[in-house]
């Protein structure tokens, strides 16, 4: 052991005068080897915080979704459209009020779900946690397989199969196939692939980096009840209607983050990012759907075509407001939509890792 040094007089005298930072610091508490604070600290070491462990699980969900898209069979989002389904049967009244009796039913059901699956990830240490998060992100995912149905309806319209393109429409939209030709299969192709780029991965991602697992649940829960309930119809009108203003609230920040990617991505497909950043401005305030306009008018803008107009769903004619100004779009320009998807939601997961990081480090600075 070194000997110590004695110090000068003026030396002594500072540090007596100053403590020294070990000196000023709170006593130390002893802690049993069991206790609450010591679990905590072995699972998550100074190196591996919380925040990494959920930013590191979004860009594997992500990488996971990428490479294996959407289970075929056992899909947790079909379970959950079954369970609502036979729900429905029993909370069904044409009113607002049961209709929101049923979306927070349903909605808060799933986000304690996300509760129960972190908390069983941060028992089992920062790789549980990360683990469970990657899972959950995969299984709330589904822009891969939008990008790749995009990809195969532009292959069937490029060989003239019109046949195969209406029978892959409903796996898309909500469209009637079989009142739509070449040009209006590809229009309604494309519009929605920009559409639900949004919901299917930018706005998982999003709500996966400011609440975790639970926020990845419940918002897919709220995604899911939209498709199912949160369209204009004689049965829906009034019973979806809480599920829409849901949905269209927790996506106000997700689409306009969509739109900015999509500005960022357009040069990527040979696009305009001016274009897109134009017709946002311009076009998205015309759509129905807050959300909706901002990802669809961004998109025509990027990709220089104009989408819109007349509209046909299985319930009826909607006549739309034209996002865009270039001409309409034709079979080249759904493949280039789908590659355009994929580089949005690429810029997402990243996004939404750096930001569950700056979020992470945010909640950990001390109050001053």
């Not at 046949?163 to 070449?182: F, I, K, N, W």
Request: hydrophobic share 45%; net charge positive.
């Amino acid at each position: 052991m070194a000997s110590r040094v004695p110090l000068p007089d003026a030396a002594c005298a500072w540090r007596r005068a100053v403590p020294c930072r070990a000196s000023v610091r709170a006593p130390v508490q002893r802690i049993g080897r069991n206790s609450v604070v010591s679990r905590s600290a072995r699972r998550f070491p100074a190196r591996c915080s919380r925040s990494t462990a959920r930013a590191a699980g979004l860009l594997i969900g992500y990488a996971a979704d990428r490479v294996v898209g959407d289970p075929r069979r056992w899909h947790p989002v079909a379970g959950f459209g079954l369970a609502a389904m036979g729900l429905e049967r029993r909370t069904y009244a044409d009113s607002r009020l049961s209709g929101a009796a049923h979306t927070a039913v349903l909605v808060g059901a799933t986000a304690a779900g996300g509760v129960a699956a972190h908390r069983l990830g941060a028992r089992l240490g920062w790789l549980g946690e990360t683990a469970v998060t990657a899972a959950a992100t995969w299984t709330v995912l589904g822009g891969t397989s939008l990008a790749g149905t995009g990809r195969t309806m532009a292959r069937h319209l490029e060989a003239g199969d019109l046949e195969a393109a209406r029978a892959l429409l409903p796996s898309l939209c909500g469209r009637d196939p079989s009142v739509l030709d070449a040009d209006g299969l590809a229009r309604a192709s494309l519009e929605s692939v920009a559409e639900n780029t949004s919901d299917a991965t930018v706005g998982a991602l999003f709500w996966g980096a400011v609440a975790g697992v639970p926020g990845l649940f419940a918002y897919r829960a709220s995604n899911t009840l939209d498709a199912m309930i949160g369209y204009r119809s004689a049965k829906y009108s009034r019973f979806g209607w809480a599920a829409a203003r849901w949905d269209d609230l927790v996506n106000l920040a997700p689409a306009r983050l969509t739109g900015a990617l999509t500005i960022a991505a357009a040069p990527v497909v040979g696009g305009s990012a001016r274009g897109a950043l134009d017709a946002w401005r311009r076009d998205a305030s015309k759509h129905p759907s807050p959300n909706a306009g901002v990802a669809e008018a961004s998109a025509a803008g990027a990709l220089g075509v104009q989408l819109g107009g007349r509209t046909e769903y299985a319930h009826g004619v909607e006549m739309r407001p034209t996002l865009g100004s270039g001409p309409a779009p034709v079979v080249a320009d759904l493949e280039r939509a789908a590659r355009l998807s994929s580089a949005v939601q690429a810029g997402a997961a990243v996004t939404a890792a750096a930001a569950a990081l700056a979020l992470g480090r945010r909640r950990r600075m001390p109050r001053t």
